[in-house]
């Protein structure tokens, strides 16, 4: 089945640094991919949309100069959260899809706690 | 008027019973609905997704969509107390399209 890597699955950094969050599929081609924060206790917030090649589509209220997104190739898409403040402390998650993989895999998250 | 809406629960239900987890949407144009588990600190794993009117069997799950009425339901036979989880119900137009996610109703299986 399709699977999506997503690394690291955890990381603490100091308040100020940027941090880069890996999502890659594996075995699938992901022409499109999602990138989603999750506060405790609540529903996946969808961030922006990326597809390969192109630039990512944020939502509303969502800072692209603050997450950065790239979606350079079929099989790797990078969030990198600059600039990192305690309030950008969340689970991170990635998910793809393709013409085939209808399923929407999700990656398995990161973790991000700023200090 | 939120897109996905699902009871938040807790929805509690003893070991061995059926768990029905419901949802309604409003956007007519939805085309694909799909369930999502999701344990406490993991991320969400695909448990069925749904196309057309009717019920969708897998195992201990059925899925049901009535498109007229906007709505589409899980059900969970002989529920275990693995199945304590977090379900998500989601829709979306195509594969390109984002998908829209509920709030989760939290499903507690009792022994």
């Known amino acids: 089945g399709a699977v999506v890597s997503q690394h690291p699955s955890w990381v603490i950094c100091k308040s100020g640094t940027s941090v880069k969050i890996e999502c890659r599929s594996l075995d699938f081609q992901a022409t499109t991919m999602f990138w989603y924060r999750q506060f405790p206790k609540q529903s996946l917030m969808l961030m922006a949309t990326s597809n390969e090649g192109s630039k990512a589509t944020y939502e509303q209220g969502v800072e692209k100069d603050k997450f950065l997104i790239n979606h350079a190739s079929l099989t790797l898409s990078t969030l990198t959260v600059t600039s990192a403040h305690p309030e950008d402390s969340s689970f991170y998650i990635c998910?793809?899809?393709?013409?085939?993989?209808?399923?929407?895999?999700f990656g398995s998250g990161t973790r991000l706690t700023v200090v | 008027q939120k897109e996905v809406e699902q009871n938040s629960g807790p929805l509690s239900v003893p070991e061995g019973a059926i768990a029905s987890l419901n949802c309604t949407y409003s956007?007519?144009?939805?085309?694909?609905f799909f369930w999502y588990r999701q344990y406490s600190g993991k991320s969400p794993e695909l448990i069925m997704s749904?196309?057309?009117?009717g019920d969708k069997e897998d195992g201990r799950f059925t899925a049901q969509l009535n498109k007229a009425s906007q709505y589409v339901s899980l059900l969970i036979r002989d529920s275990q107390p693995s199945d304590s989880a977090t379900y998500l119900c989601a829709t979306t137009y195509s594969s390109a399209s984002k998908i829209i996610f509920g709030s989760g109703t939290r499903l507690s299986i009792r022994p």
């Open positions: 749904i196309y057309s009117n």
């Open positions: 998910s793809a899809s393709s013409e085939t993989n209808y399923g929407y895999t």
């Open positions: 956007d007519r144009v939805s085309q694909s």
